[in-house]
Each structure stands twice: as structure tokens, then as C-alpha cells.
């Protein structure tokens, strides 16, 4: 695997962007310079993240999320 993380990822499973090898690795996204733990999906390239808004879910019974834009910074929790 490489040590740069992908350009768009997501947690949510139903999602193209979904890849289970690398949530595992255990990814961080920093959003406007602030470690961010809620981040559902994001993209590098647009400039947004995808933040679960607390405990809601919608009538499908998934996590409701939050769409904000600006500067994101994943890495690798596991890079020395």
C-alpha cells in the first residue's frame, strides 16, 4: 500500500468509494486544521467532507450527515 491516502473515501459500505483494506489501516482526516472523528466521506479534490450529525438517522435508518466545505487532509494513523 502506498502512504498517501486516496483522494475521495467513504465509511458507508453501499458507497462506491468504500474500501474496507484501508478504513482498517485506520484513516484521520484533519478538516480546516482540526482532527475531525465524524467523518463519514470525504474528498480532497472538491474540497468537502460528509460529517454524521450526531445519532439521527433518516426513515432508512442511516446516519444522517452534514456536507462542509473546505480544506481536507487525510493521512494514515499508522505513518511514522
Same mark, same amino acid.
Do not use: H, Q
Given at each position: 500500500? @502506498?502512504? #498517501? ?19 482498517? =489501516? /485506520?484513516?484521520?482526516? =484533519?478538516?480546516? /486544521?482540526?482532527?475531525? #472523528? ?8 472538491? /474540497?468537502?467532507?460528509?460529517?454524521? !450529525?450526531?445519532? !439521527?438517522?433518516? =426513515? !432508512? /435508518?442511516?446516519?444522517? @450527515? ?12 499508522? !505513518?511514522?
Amino acid at each position: 500500500m @502506498t502512504d #498517501t491516502p486516496p483522494d475521495r473515501l467513504s465509511g458507508n459500505p453501499n458507497s462506491p468509494f468504500y474500501d474496507e483494506k484501508l478504513l482498517e =489501516r /485506520g484513516v484521520g482526516v =484533519r478538516f480546516k /486544521g482540526v482532527e475531525k #472523528t465524524n467523518v463519514d466521506e470525504y474528498c480532497v479534490s472538491e /474540497g468537502w467532507v460528509r460529517l454524521t !450529525a450526531g445519532t !439521527a438517522k433518516d =426513515r !432508512a /435508518g442511516n446516519l444522517m @450527515t452534514i456536507k462542509l466545505k473546505g480544506p481536507v487532509e487525510p493521512y494514515f494513523k499508522d !505513518a511514522k
